[in-house]
């Protein structure tokens, strides 16, 4: 799974604004894999963009039986990135 820098989706879910029922749905896992308290600021949207992709990259052999068991065989990783759309760099998480 791949967050990236200025993520608007986390960005949604870091806020309290009211947001409209698609995205509400779209933001609600990403605050569930919020840390308890995100930083302000680019940095608080960097740790939750990164907590998002760790959490993601976690629920997907929980949502696939194939994944689950390719995982569990060693025939495949699931690794979290973080991409920082400015300068290109991708971080293994």
Avoid: F, K, W
Avoid at 30 to 42: C, K, W
Avoid at 43 to 70: T, Y
Wanted: proline share 9%; aromatic share 2%; glycine share 10%.
């Amino acid at each position: 799974m791949l967050g990236h820098s200025g993520c608007g989706a986390v960005r949604a879910a870091l806020g309290d604004g009211p947001l409209t029922p698609l995205l509400e749905q779209l933001v609600l896992p990403i605050r569930q894999a919020l840390p308890p308290a995100p930083l302000a600021g680019v940095e608080g949207l960097e740790r939750a963009v990164q907590a998002n992709a760790r959490a993601a990259a976690a629920a997907l052999p929980q949502s696939s039986q194939l994944l689950a068991q390719a995982l569990a065989e060693g025939r495949l990783r699931i690794q979290p990135a973080y991409l920082d759309i400015g300068s290109g760099l991708v971080s293994l998480l």
